[in-house]
């Protein structure tokens, strides 16, 4: 069977699925009309290593269900461990520590794109 779903309903399900695994401060915001190379941003606040790991599984579980595939996952810190990004394509997934979060600021370098209500 052909999936049905909306790429902005996967991104919900993502950002719904870090909320569940207790990532802090779950944002999600569209930002396909301010660039070309993707349209949803799924921000999470993460507290550890193990944290991210487990997070970082459950987006796995879901990717392999929903007919999505991993271009991308880049650790944007030297130990690994303040920000780690997964690129799928038209979703993209911020798992930071809450340093790396503060300091990147990425709610407000995007403040354009439309802030999707999570409730």
């Known amino acids: 069977m052909a ?3 909306t790429t902005e309903q996967k991104a919900i399900e993502i950002a719904k699925l870090l909320i569940d695994g207790k990532g802090r401060d779950v944002t999600l915001i569209d930002v396909s009309g301010l660039n ?3 349209d949803y941003f799924v921000i999470s606040t993460v507290t550890s290593s193990t944290h991210w790991q487990g997070l970082y599984k459950q987006v796995k579980d879901y ?3 929903n007919d999505l595939e991993i ?3 880049k650790r944007k810190s030297s130990d690994g461990d303040d920000w780690n990004l997964i690129d799928l394509g038209p ?3 911020h798992l930071m520590t809450e340093q790396a979060r503060e300091f990147y600021n990425l709610e407000k370098l995007w403040f354009k794109g439309k802030v999707i209500s999570l409730d």
């Open 36 to 38: 070309s190379w993707t």
């Open 91 to 93: 979703i993209v997934v």
């Open 3 to 5: 999936d049905t779903k």
């Open 71 to 73: 271009h991308l996952t």
């Open 63 to 65: 990717i392999k269900e």
